[in-house]
């Protein structure tokens, strides 16, 4: 595993106080997907695909950071341009999409930390089921609901799926994910980091009691640093979009950040500007604000 810096955190921007200054061209693009980029149907517009394309050709790097793991990137893979690389699982990952979604970068989550987010949860939340995303597929519990677009995937208890003699023990774990079917979103959240939160980093981007646990230090933003670092950008030359509690560590590190009309409360609120929804393609008429100059 390669070390990834730490991101540094800048202060939030109280929604009272006026919106800075966008920049008339940002260097780097940091998009989310779901909720963001896509449609609500998971398509990516015309008119997306067409400024992502611009803002290349205008030498503006674009970067897809999203929750999703890298085999359910093909809805973006045809639309990354240069570099190819898109950052996956909440950080977990970085990815080429022009090799298949080939693994570049992992920062797994431990299995004994996992393990121990499990037996909180368990006394904590009784009634939670858990799903275990590794680089090579998801599993999860009987009770866990069923990923459709996995229907290949093991079943069984965690304790067992996270065991060290598990057929695929070898492989990382990328992040563990909590589902309770009673607890409102926010709160089961709010549970979960203070009873577990010294085991992983907690955080949700559906509108279900899905919570998504990653190593500690592992966001978004840590990753997306990492990224920047090695291509001489400054957070103050990133502009990011997104619309759920697991962009805001990434919007609150960019020197520019973009809610979705759509999103969550916490992110209007941390975020310096907004836009349209996802369904009125709100980052593509970002782009074309910045490529209009």
Not at 56 to 79: K, L, N, Q, Y
Not at 188 to 203: K, M
Request: proline share 8%; charged share 20%; with cysteine.
């Amino acid at each position: 595993m390669v070390a990834v810096t730490p991101a540094t955190e800048r202060p939030n921007t109280p929604a009272t106080e006026p919106s800075r200054p966008a920049p008339a061209r940002p260097r780097l693009i940091a998009t989310d997907l779901d909720g963001t980029l896509l449609r609500d149907d998971k398509t990516v517009s015309d008119r997306t695909v067409a400024a992502l394309a611009a803002a290349e050709r205008a030498g503006i790097e674009v970067f897809f950071v999203t929750g999703r793991p890298a085999r359910w990137m093909d809805v973006v893979s045809a639309h990354v341009h240069g570099h190819g690389l898109a950052i996956c699982a909440n950080g977990a990952a970085v990815v080429d999409l022009h090799r298949g979604g080939l693994p570049i970068e992992v920062r797994p989550l431990a299995a004994d930390r996992a393990l121990a987010v499990v037996e909180v949860l368990r006394e904590a939340a009784p009634g939670t089921s858990f799903a275990i995303e590794r680089s090579g597929g998801i599993f999860y519990e009987p009770q866990y609901p069923p990923f459709h677009l996995d229907p290949g995937a093991i079943v069984a208890p965690a304790e067992k799926l996270l065991h060290d003699g598990f057929a695929h023990a070898d492989t990382p774990v990328l992040k563990l994910l909590a589902h309770h079917p009673e607890l409102a979103p926010d709160a089961f959240l709010q549970l979960a980091r203070s009873v577990a939160g010294t085991h992983g980093d907690f955080t949700r981007s559906s509108p279900s009691a899905l919570l998504e646990v990653s190593g500690r230090g592992v966001s978004k933003a840590s990753t997306l640093a990492r990224c920047c670092a090695e291509r001489g950008i400054s957070a103050e030359e990133v502009v990011a979009f997104g619309d759920m509690p697991n962009d805001l560590e990434m919007l609150i590190w960019a020197g520019t950040s973009y809610a979705m009309a759509n999103a969550h409360p916490d992110v209007l609120a941390a975020t310096t500007h907004r836009t349209a929804s996802n369904t009125e393609d709100g980052v593509a008429a970002v782009i074309e604000r910045f490529l209009a100059g």
